[in-house]
């Protein structure tokens, strides 16, 4: 089964890029990297995910190791809006596996 | 893209007694899932929900304690039996569209006292 880690907390001045790094040494081939994030307790919202490539879209871009086994998700300018927990999930067929999340902190 | 909501968004409920959580989504999804939130912590999986068949559970979860139902592809239902404490939690239900991506509901607060 897939284990995900992640740091426990980052800070981020406002305006400079975030780079949120996630460990998944024992993902599968078939298993997709997710990430969300979670603001006050609300439900997670979803950000991007990838299989293999780099992928990019208007919140974020994730980097994905060629050997799979790592991940980083970029939020390229961050707001103070973006202070959340981030979480990075592995997602199979019938599996889900979530990080313990890191509690990102966006610095005025 | 799904939109998923939950019914109750939160309740206190005595111990000893059960609460049915409802999710609906507005599309259908291929998958629903069930999960946990204790307090500070990550979410943990409580069990996959499968249309017309029992539910699928992960290590540490029984279906006598979270009997799940789903009758159809937008709609389940999750039962946290014989409440304590320590079932004090928030539960979130999610969706799994064709494409892969995962929708969450915003969450029930559950307070057991």
């Known amino acids: 089964d897939a284990k995900t880690t992640q740091p426990t907390s980052m800070d981020c001045a406002e305006g400079r890029a975030a780079n949120l790094p996630c460990n998944h040494s024992?993902?599968?081939?078939?298993?997709?990297v997710y990430w969300y994030r979670q603001i006050h307790s609300q439900g997670p919202q979803y950000i991007i995910h990838?299989?293999?490539n780099n992928e990019t879209n208007e919140m974020a871009s994730l980097i994905i190791t060629e050997d799979r086994k790592s991940s980083t998700l970029i939020l390229p300018h961050a707001t103070l809006r973006d202070t959340a927990v981030y979480y990075c999930?592995?997602?199979?067929?019938?599996?889900?596996?979530f990080g313990t999340g890191t509690k990102l902190q966006v610095i005025p | 893209s799904a939109v998923i909501s939950q019914k109750p968004s939160r309740d206190i409920c005595q111990r000893g007694t059960s609460l049915t959580i409802q999710c609906q989504v507005d599309?259908?999804?291929?998958?629903m899932f069930w999960y946990r939130q204790q307090p500070g912590q990550s979410l943990t999986l409580i069990a996959t929900?499968?249309?017309?068949?029992?539910?699928?559970?992960e290590s540490g979860f029984v279906i006598d304690k979270f009997p799940i139902s789903r009758p159809n592809l937008t709609f389940s239902t999750l039962t946290v039996s014989n409440m304590s404490p320590e079932d004090s939690s928030i539960y979130l239900c999610s969706g799994k569209d064709r494409d892969g991506e995962q929708y969450f509901g915003p969450g029930t607060r559950l307070t057991v006292t």
């Open positions: 999930i592995v997602i199979g067929y019938q599996k889900v596996t």
């Open positions: 990838g299989l293999k």
């Open positions: 599309s259908q999804v291929t998958m």
């Open positions: 929900a499968n249309q017309g068949s029992e539910a699928t559970y």
């Open positions: 024992t993902i599968s081939g078939n298993e997709y």
